[in-house]
């Protein structure tokens, strides 16, 4: 292959990319939509509902009882 026939065909390689960019700017759309955030309304909790007045956790915990850990 000759030098002239490759740096023709990388010409036109520019020109085929270059045209494709033309066509999707003039498009307008992008390729993916775009991801956009779903608002989220936290309303106010009642604080009688929530609340913990007595420990609900034991004063000892045996340690014969708790399974082990596997190991990986």
């Known amino acids: 292959m000759r030098l002239s026939e490759m740096?023709?065909?990388l010409l036109v390689a520019l020109l085929v990319v270059a045209?494709?960019?033309?066509a999707?700017?003039?498009a307008g759309k992008p390729l993916w939509p775009e991801h956009t955030a779903l608002m989220m309304i936290l309303v106010p909790q009642?604080?009688?509902?929530?609340?913990?007045?007595?420990?609900?956790?034991?004063?000892?915990?045996?340690?014969?009882?708790?399974?082990?850990?596997?190991?990986?």
């Open 7 to 9: 740096i023709a065909e």
């Open 19 to 22: 045209a494709l960019a033309v």
């Open 24 to 26: 999707f700017f003039l």
């Open 46 to 72: 009642d604080a009688i509902t929530t609340a913990t007045f007595s420990p609900c956790l034991p004063a000892t915990i045996d340690a014969g009882v708790v399974p082990s850990a596997t190991k990986i």
